[in-house]
Protein backbone atom coordinates (compact mmCIF):
# COMPACT_ATOMS: atom_id res chain seq x y z
CA UNK A 1 0.00 0.00 0.00
CA UNK A 2 1.17 3.68 -0.65
CA UNK A 3 2.56 5.91 2.03
CA UNK A 4 -0.74 7.65 3.34
CA UNK A 5 1.14 10.16 5.70
CA UNK A 6 0.64 10.16 9.27
CA UNK A 7 -1.67 13.23 9.48
CA UNK A 8 -4.91 10.93 8.95
CA UNK A 9 -4.18 9.66 12.46
CA UNK A 10 -5.30 12.96 14.02
CA UNK A 11 -8.85 12.87 12.56
CA UNK A 12 -9.45 10.10 15.42
CA UNK A 13 -9.48 12.74 18.01
CA UNK A 14 -12.04 14.87 17.47
CA UNK A 15 -14.13 11.22 15.93
CA UNK A 16 -13.66 9.76 19.75
CA UNK A 17 -14.04 13.14 21.05
CA UNK A 18 -17.56 13.02 20.00
CA UNK A 19 -18.28 9.55 20.27
CA UNK A 20 -18.04 9.91 23.67
CA UNK A 21 -19.36 13.19 24.05
CA UNK A 22 -22.95 11.69 22.66
CA UNK A 23 -22.64 8.80 25.23
CA UNK A 24 -23.09 10.93 28.21
CA UNK A 25 -25.16 13.41 26.23
CA UNK A 26 -27.65 10.90 25.23
CA UNK A 27 -28.77 9.96 29.23
CA UNK A 28 -28.75 13.21 30.02
CA UNK A 29 -31.02 14.41 27.18
CA UNK A 30 -33.38 11.41 28.13
CA UNK A 31 -33.47 12.64 32.02
CA UNK A 32 -33.74 16.42 31.34
CA UNK A 33 -36.78 15.05 29.29
CA UNK A 34 -38.78 13.59 32.20
CA UNK A 35 -37.48 10.27 30.73
CA UNK A 36 -36.51 7.39 33.23
CA UNK A 37 -33.41 4.70 33.09
CA UNK A 38 -35.50 2.27 31.07
CA UNK A 39 -36.00 4.55 28.44
CA UNK A 40 -31.89 5.48 28.30
CA UNK A 41 -31.38 1.62 27.74
CA UNK A 42 -33.38 1.84 24.99
CA UNK A 43 -31.67 4.25 23.52
CA UNK A 44 -28.27 2.49 24.14
CA UNK A 45 -29.96 -0.92 23.18
CA UNK A 46 -31.25 0.49 19.56
CA UNK A 47 -27.61 2.07 19.52
CA UNK A 48 -25.83 -1.28 19.78
CA UNK A 49 -28.22 -3.15 17.72
CA UNK A 50 -27.81 -0.77 14.50
CA UNK A 51 -24.43 -0.88 14.85
CA UNK A 52 -24.15 -4.52 13.95
CA UNK A 53 -25.42 -4.74 10.35
CA UNK A 54 -24.53 -1.18 9.92
CA UNK A 55 -20.88 -2.37 10.26
CA UNK A 56 -21.58 -4.94 7.54
CA UNK A 57 -23.13 -2.67 5.59
CA UNK A 58 -20.21 -0.05 5.46
CA UNK A 59 -17.55 -2.85 5.08
CA UNK A 60 -19.37 -4.05 1.75
CA UNK A 61 -19.71 -0.60 0.34
CA UNK A 62 -16.03 0.19 0.61
CA UNK A 63 -15.02 -2.96 -0.99
CA UNK A 64 -17.29 -2.36 -3.73
CA UNK A 65 -15.74 1.27 -4.43
CA UNK A 66 -12.54 0.77 -3.02
CA UNK A 67 -12.84 4.30 -1.48
CA UNK A 68 -11.82 5.73 1.62
CA UNK A 69 -12.27 9.25 2.06
CA UNK A 70 -16.00 9.26 1.52
CA UNK A 71 -16.63 7.04 3.80
CA UNK A 72 -15.21 9.45 6.47
CA UNK A 73 -17.04 12.25 5.21
CA UNK A 74 -20.02 10.28 5.46
CA UNK A 75 -19.78 9.99 9.08
CA UNK A 76 -18.79 13.88 9.74
CA UNK A 77 -21.69 15.07 7.25
CA UNK A 78 -24.08 13.07 8.35
CA UNK A 79 -23.43 13.73 11.89
CA UNK A 80 -24.06 17.42 11.44
CA UNK A 81 -27.48 16.10 10.42
CA UNK A 82 -27.71 14.19 13.94
CA UNK A 83 -26.80 16.95 15.92
CA UNK A 84 -29.65 19.14 14.14
CA UNK A 85 -32.01 16.40 14.77
CA UNK A 86 -31.10 16.54 18.53
CA UNK A 87 -31.18 20.33 18.28
CA UNK A 88 -34.36 20.51 17.04
CA UNK A 89 -36.69 17.14 17.69
CA UNK A 90 -36.87 17.89 21.91
CA UNK A 91 -38.67 14.19 22.97
CA UNK A 92 -37.87 11.30 24.41
CA UNK A 93 -38.99 8.86 21.11
CA UNK A 94 -36.60 11.59 19.03
CA UNK A 95 -33.90 11.01 20.89
CA UNK A 96 -34.04 6.69 21.09
CA UNK A 97 -34.25 6.88 17.66
CA UNK A 98 -31.81 9.98 16.40
CA UNK A 99 -29.39 7.39 18.59
CA UNK A 100 -29.56 4.63 16.29
CA UNK A 101 -29.26 6.77 13.23
CA UNK A 102 -25.86 8.14 14.74
CA UNK A 103 -24.80 4.35 15.06
CA UNK A 104 -25.76 3.63 11.05
CA UNK A 105 -23.76 7.30 10.40
CA UNK A 106 -20.93 6.58 13.41
CA UNK A 107 -19.77 3.22 11.24
CA UNK A 108 -19.24 4.46 8.08
CA UNK A 109 -15.76 5.74 8.52
CA UNK A 110 -15.28 2.25 10.27
CA UNK A 111 -13.55 -0.14 7.09
CA UNK A 112 -11.87 3.22 6.09
CA UNK A 113 -9.85 3.84 9.33
CA UNK A 114 -9.23 -0.23 9.38
CA UNK A 115 -7.79 0.24 5.90
CA UNK A 116 -5.25 3.22 7.17
CA UNK A 117 -4.46 1.48 10.25
CA UNK A 118 -3.40 -1.57 8.15
CA UNK A 119 -1.08 0.79 5.67
CA UNK A 120 0.38 2.59 8.63
CA UNK A 121 2.70 0.48 9.94
CA UNK A 122 3.85 -3.46 9.34
CA UNK A 123 4.05 -5.57 11.99
CA UNK A 124 3.73 -3.21 15.13
CA UNK A 125 4.51 -4.67 18.33
CA UNK A 126 0.83 -5.58 19.25
CA UNK A 127 0.67 -4.23 22.79
CA UNK A 128 2.34 -0.92 21.74
CA UNK A 129 0.23 -0.44 18.69
CA UNK A 130 -2.96 -0.81 20.93
CA UNK A 131 -1.47 1.91 23.75
CA UNK A 132 -0.72 4.34 21.39
CA UNK A 133 -4.08 3.88 19.32
CA UNK A 134 -5.91 3.99 22.81
CA UNK A 135 -3.79 6.79 24.12
CA UNK A 136 -5.20 9.05 20.95
CA UNK A 137 -8.37 7.87 21.00
CA UNK A 138 -8.93 8.94 24.49
CA UNK A 139 -7.41 11.75 24.33
CA UNK A 140 -10.11 12.73 22.10
CA UNK A 141 -12.76 11.23 24.18
CA UNK A 142 -11.19 13.42 27.09
CA UNK A 143 -11.83 16.27 25.34
CA UNK A 144 -15.50 15.00 24.66
CA UNK A 145 -15.89 14.57 28.46
CA UNK A 146 -14.25 18.27 29.43
CA UNK A 147 -16.37 19.83 27.11
CA UNK A 148 -19.50 18.86 29.01
CA UNK A 149 -17.76 19.31 32.68
CA UNK A 150 -16.85 23.19 32.14
CA UNK A 151 -20.19 24.34 30.03
CA UNK A 152 -22.69 25.96 32.78
CA UNK A 153 -26.35 27.47 31.85
CA UNK A 154 -28.53 25.64 28.85
CA UNK A 155 -25.82 22.73 29.01
CA UNK A 156 -27.68 20.45 26.73
CA UNK A 157 -27.94 23.16 23.93
CA UNK A 158 -24.48 24.47 25.08
CA UNK A 159 -23.46 21.17 24.43
CA UNK A 160 -24.55 20.52 20.72
CA UNK A 161 -22.71 23.42 19.58
CA UNK A 162 -19.64 21.98 20.75
CA UNK A 163 -20.13 18.75 19.46
CA UNK A 164 -20.77 20.65 16.12
CA UNK A 165 -17.38 22.44 16.56
CA UNK A 166 -15.44 19.51 16.63
CA UNK A 167 -17.14 17.40 14.06
CA UNK A 168 -16.53 20.89 12.20
CA UNK A 169 -12.88 20.21 13.07
CA UNK A 170 -12.70 16.43 11.77
CA UNK A 171 -14.60 17.51 8.20
CA UNK A 172 -11.64 19.83 7.91
CA UNK A 173 -9.20 16.95 8.71
CA UNK A 174 -10.32 14.48 6.57
CA UNK A 175 -10.73 17.27 3.71
CA UNK A 176 -6.72 17.66 3.96
CA UNK A 177 -4.85 14.43 5.07
CA UNK A 178 -7.35 11.52 4.43
CA UNK A 179 -6.79 10.04 1.00
CA UNK A 180 -7.31 7.38 -1.29
CA UNK A 181 -4.69 4.86 -1.42
CA UNK A 182 -3.27 2.65 -4.17
CA UNK A 183 -4.09 -0.70 -3.33
CA UNK A 184 -2.68 -3.83 -4.60
CA UNK A 185 -4.44 -6.90 -5.46
CA UNK A 186 -3.85 -9.03 -2.63
CA UNK A 187 -4.28 -6.59 0.25
CA UNK A 188 -7.34 -5.38 -0.88
CA UNK A 189 -8.51 -9.11 -1.15
CA UNK A 190 -7.13 -9.18 2.75
CA UNK A 191 -8.84 -6.29 3.47
CA UNK A 192 -12.44 -7.01 1.83
CA UNK A 193 -12.03 -10.05 4.31
CA UNK A 194 -11.52 -7.93 7.43
CA UNK A 195 -13.95 -5.37 6.66
CA UNK A 196 -16.99 -7.84 6.41
CA UNK A 197 -16.44 -8.05 10.42
CA UNK A 198 -15.45 -6.39 12.97
CA UNK A 199 -15.04 -2.23 11.91
CA UNK A 200 -12.24 -1.01 14.29
CA UNK A 201 -13.82 2.68 14.94
CA UNK A 202 -16.69 0.79 16.61
CA UNK A 203 -14.01 0.62 19.61
CA UNK A 204 -14.41 4.13 19.67
CA UNK A 205 -17.58 5.27 18.98
CA UNK A 206 -19.43 4.39 22.10
CA UNK A 207 -18.39 2.70 25.16
CA UNK A 208 -15.08 1.22 25.05
CA UNK A 209 -14.79 -2.02 23.71
CA UNK A 210 -11.78 -4.27 22.68
CA UNK A 211 -9.08 -2.09 20.39
CA UNK A 212 -8.49 -4.82 17.75
CA UNK A 213 -5.89 -4.58 14.50
CA UNK A 214 -6.10 -5.92 11.60
CA UNK A 215 -3.41 -8.89 12.31
CA UNK A 216 -5.78 -9.90 15.32
CA UNK A 217 -8.94 -9.96 13.29
CA UNK A 218 -7.36 -12.59 11.08
CA UNK A 219 -5.67 -14.53 14.08
CA UNK A 220 -9.27 -14.67 15.59
CA UNK A 221 -10.93 -15.85 12.71
CA UNK A 222 -8.46 -18.58 12.39
CA UNK A 223 -8.59 -20.05 15.59
CA UNK A 224 -12.20 -20.86 14.88
CA UNK A 225 -11.24 -23.71 12.74
CA UNK A 226 -8.04 -25.33 15.30
CA UNK A 227 -7.57 -27.55 17.50
CA UNK A 228 -7.33 -25.36 20.20
CA UNK A 229 -10.80 -23.66 19.37
CA UNK A 230 -12.44 -24.61 22.90
CA UNK A 231 -9.77 -23.15 24.92
CA UNK A 232 -9.92 -19.95 22.56
CA UNK A 233 -13.80 -19.99 22.50
CA UNK A 234 -13.79 -20.17 26.68
CA UNK A 235 -11.52 -16.56 25.90
CA UNK A 236 -13.76 -14.82 23.68
CA UNK A 237 -16.45 -15.68 26.16
CA UNK A 238 -14.50 -14.41 29.05
CA UNK A 239 -14.07 -11.46 27.00
CA UNK A 240 -17.99 -11.35 26.00
CA UNK A 241 -19.19 -11.64 29.77
CA UNK A 242 -16.77 -8.09 30.17
CA UNK A 243 -18.32 -6.25 27.82
CA UNK A 244 -22.27 -7.43 29.25
CA UNK A 245 -21.32 -6.65 32.36
CA UNK A 246 -19.50 -3.73 31.44
CA UNK A 247 -22.83 -2.35 29.39
CA UNK A 248 -25.38 -3.81 32.39
CA UNK A 249 -23.31 -1.26 34.43
CA UNK A 250 -22.83 1.55 31.97
CA UNK A 251 -26.05 2.19 30.91
CA UNK A 252 -27.59 2.88 34.43
CA UNK A 253 -24.65 4.59 36.30
CA UNK A 254 -25.82 7.98 34.44
CA UNK A 255 -29.08 7.92 35.67
CA UNK A 256 -27.80 6.82 38.57
CA UNK A 257 -25.65 9.53 39.57
CA UNK A 258 -28.55 12.13 38.43
CA UNK A 259 -30.56 10.48 40.58
CA UNK A 260 -28.56 11.07 44.00
CA UNK A 261 -27.86 14.84 43.17
CA UNK A 262 -25.15 14.56 40.56
CA UNK A 263 -25.16 17.47 38.08
CA UNK A 264 -24.70 17.09 34.42
CA UNK A 265 -21.32 18.75 34.10
CA UNK A 266 -19.92 16.84 37.16
CA UNK A 267 -21.32 13.22 35.59
CA UNK A 268 -19.01 14.93 32.72
CA UNK A 269 -16.49 15.41 34.77
CA UNK A 270 -16.56 12.19 36.54
CA UNK A 271 -16.31 9.82 32.89
CA UNK A 272 -13.48 12.21 32.13
CA UNK A 273 -11.49 11.15 34.97
CA UNK A 274 -12.09 7.77 34.41
CA UNK A 275 -10.51 8.01 30.46
CA UNK A 276 -7.32 9.73 32.75
CA UNK A 277 -7.38 6.47 34.53
CA UNK A 278 -7.23 4.51 31.17
CA UNK A 279 -4.58 7.27 29.85
CA UNK A 280 -2.24 6.42 32.66
CA UNK A 281 -2.33 2.75 32.47
CA UNK A 282 -1.54 3.02 28.59
CA UNK A 283 1.22 5.46 29.20
CA UNK A 284 2.31 2.84 31.56
CA UNK A 285 2.49 0.50 28.91
CA UNK A 286 4.02 1.90 26.24
CA UNK A 287 7.45 1.58 28.68
CA UNK A 288 6.60 -1.14 30.66
CA UNK A 289 4.37 -3.98 28.91
CA UNK A 290 7.91 -6.23 28.80
CA UNK A 291 7.92 -8.57 31.60
CA UNK A 292 4.34 -8.24 32.92
CA UNK A 293 2.48 -12.00 33.23
CA UNK A 294 -0.49 -10.73 31.30
CA UNK A 295 -2.86 -13.77 32.55
CA UNK A 296 -2.11 -12.25 36.26
CA UNK A 297 -3.03 -9.02 34.65
CA UNK A 298 -5.77 -10.25 33.31
CA UNK A 299 -7.54 -11.64 36.59
CA UNK A 300 -6.19 -8.48 38.80
CA UNK A 301 -7.85 -6.21 36.19
CA UNK A 302 -11.46 -8.08 36.14
CA UNK A 303 -11.35 -8.40 39.90
CA UNK A 304 -10.52 -5.03 40.32
CA UNK A 305 -12.99 -3.71 38.14
CA UNK A 306 -15.40 -5.43 40.36
CA UNK A 307 -14.11 -3.64 43.20
CA UNK A 308 -14.52 -0.58 41.90
CA UNK A 309 -18.59 -1.04 40.90
CA UNK A 310 -18.85 -2.25 44.67
CA UNK A 311 -17.33 0.58 46.03
CA UNK A 312 -19.46 2.60 43.39
CA UNK A 313 -22.96 1.66 44.88
CA UNK A 314 -21.72 2.43 48.56
CA UNK A 315 -23.99 5.42 48.59
CA UNK A 316 -26.63 2.99 47.94
CA UNK A 317 -26.60 1.47 51.24
CA UNK A 318 -24.84 4.11 53.35
CA UNK A 319 -25.98 7.81 53.08
CA UNK A 320 -23.07 10.00 52.40
CA UNK A 321 -22.74 13.74 50.87
CA UNK A 322 -19.34 12.27 49.10
CA UNK A 323 -21.15 10.94 46.28
CA UNK A 324 -19.73 13.21 43.71
CA UNK A 325 -15.97 12.78 45.35
CA UNK A 326 -16.38 9.08 46.27
CA UNK A 327 -17.25 8.44 42.46
CA UNK A 328 -14.77 10.56 40.91
CA UNK A 329 -12.04 8.59 42.51
CA UNK A 330 -13.91 5.25 41.65
CA UNK A 331 -14.23 5.78 38.17
CA UNK A 332 -10.86 6.73 37.68
CA UNK A 333 -10.17 3.32 39.14
CA UNK A 334 -12.26 1.47 36.72
CA UNK A 335 -10.13 3.20 34.32
CA UNK A 336 -7.35 1.97 35.91
CA UNK A 337 -8.67 -1.47 35.62
CA UNK A 338 -10.65 -1.44 32.16
CA UNK A 339 -7.31 -0.59 30.21
CA UNK A 340 -5.51 -3.25 32.25
CA UNK A 341 -7.77 -5.91 31.12
CA UNK A 342 -8.25 -4.38 27.46
CA UNK A 343 -4.53 -4.30 27.01
CA UNK A 344 -4.13 -7.61 28.93
CA UNK A 345 -7.32 -9.75 26.92
CA UNK A 346 -6.04 -8.02 23.64
CA UNK A 347 -2.76 -9.49 23.49
CA UNK A 348 -3.46 -12.68 25.23
CA UNK A 349 -5.87 -13.54 22.57
CA UNK A 350 -3.76 -12.56 19.65
CA UNK A 351 -0.30 -14.49 21.21
CA UNK A 352 -2.30 -17.84 21.32
CA UNK A 353 -4.10 -17.88 18.58
CA UNK A 354 -2.86 -19.81 15.34
CA UNK A 355 -2.30 -17.32 12.31
CA UNK A 356 -2.56 -19.81 9.45
CA UNK A 357 -4.39 -18.61 7.65
CA UNK A 358 -7.05 -16.02 6.72
CA UNK A 359 -10.59 -15.75 8.32
CA UNK A 360 -13.68 -16.56 6.97
CA UNK A 361 -15.69 -16.67 10.38
CA UNK A 362 -15.13 -13.73 12.27
CA UNK A 363 -18.80 -12.66 12.07
CA UNK A 364 -19.05 -15.01 14.79
CA UNK A 365 -16.80 -13.02 16.88
CA UNK A 366 -18.65 -10.04 15.87
CA UNK A 367 -21.90 -11.41 16.80
CA UNK A 368 -20.66 -12.19 19.97
CA UNK A 369 -19.64 -8.90 21.20
CA UNK A 370 -22.76 -7.15 19.62
CA UNK A 371 -24.87 -9.41 21.47
CA UNK A 372 -23.24 -8.98 24.45
CA UNK A 373 -23.62 -5.00 24.14
CA UNK A 374 -27.36 -5.86 23.24
CA UNK A 375 -28.14 -7.58 26.43
CA UNK A 376 -26.08 -5.52 28.86
CA UNK A 377 -28.05 -2.55 27.58
CA UNK A 378 -31.38 -3.65 27.83
CA UNK A 379 -30.90 -5.72 30.89
CA UNK A 380 -29.50 -2.58 32.67
CA UNK A 381 -33.02 -0.55 31.54
CA UNK A 382 -35.25 -3.70 32.88
CA UNK A 383 -33.43 -4.63 36.60
CA UNK A 384 -32.58 -1.00 37.01
CA UNK A 385 -36.08 0.04 36.42
CA UNK A 386 -38.20 -2.66 38.40
CA UNK A 387 -35.79 -3.79 41.29
CA UNK A 388 -33.16 -0.85 41.72
CA UNK A 389 -29.62 0.26 40.60
CA UNK A 390 -28.13 -1.85 43.73
CA UNK A 391 -29.73 -5.01 41.51
CA UNK A 392 -28.10 -3.54 38.49
CA UNK A 393 -25.04 -3.24 39.64
CA UNK A 394 -24.92 -6.48 41.47
CA UNK A 395 -25.45 -7.90 38.69
CA UNK A 396 -22.80 -6.21 37.13
CA UNK A 397 -20.41 -7.64 39.56
CA UNK A 398 -21.49 -10.78 39.46
CA UNK A 399 -20.73 -11.35 35.88
CA UNK A 400 -17.77 -9.65 36.04
CA UNK A 401 -16.50 -12.55 38.42
CA UNK A 402 -17.98 -14.46 36.08
CA UNK A 403 -15.97 -13.87 33.35
CA UNK A 404 -13.00 -14.05 35.87
CA UNK A 405 -13.90 -17.92 36.49
CA UNK A 406 -14.25 -18.46 32.89
CA UNK A 407 -10.95 -16.64 32.38
CA UNK A 408 -9.17 -19.34 34.82
CA UNK A 409 -10.76 -22.34 33.33
CA UNK A 410 -8.66 -21.30 30.00
CA UNK A 411 -5.94 -20.16 31.37
CA UNK A 412 -4.44 -23.41 32.05
CA UNK A 413 -4.42 -24.65 28.43
CA UNK A 414 -3.83 -21.32 27.10
CA UNK A 415 -0.30 -20.87 29.13
CA UNK A 416 0.93 -23.83 27.51
Known sequence: MGNLGRGWISVIIPLSAIGSGFSVLIPIYILSLNGNVFDISIATTFYAFVGIPASLLWGELINKTEKIKRFVLVTSIGTFAILLLLYVYKTVLSTEIIYGIFALVATAASPAIDILLMGRKRNPSLPRFLSIFSLLSISGTLIGYLGGAFLDGDLIKMYIIFLAGLNAIALLLTFIFVKDPYIKTKEMKAIKEVNKSFPLLNSISRLPSLLTGYRLIRAISASFRSKRSRDISLLITSISLFNLGMYLFNT??????????????????????????????????????????????????????????????????????????????????????????????????????????????????????????????????????????????????????ASLAVFSIAASELKT
Do not use: E
Open 252 to 401: SYVPYLSKYGVSFGSIFLINAVNSVGQMLIYGVFLVAISGIDLFVLYRFSTFFRSVSYVVAIVPIFVFTSDLLQINIVVYMLAGFAYAMWNVASSVILYNRIPRSSAGHTIGIWLAIMGTSAVAGSLLSGFISSSLGYSFTFMAAIAINL
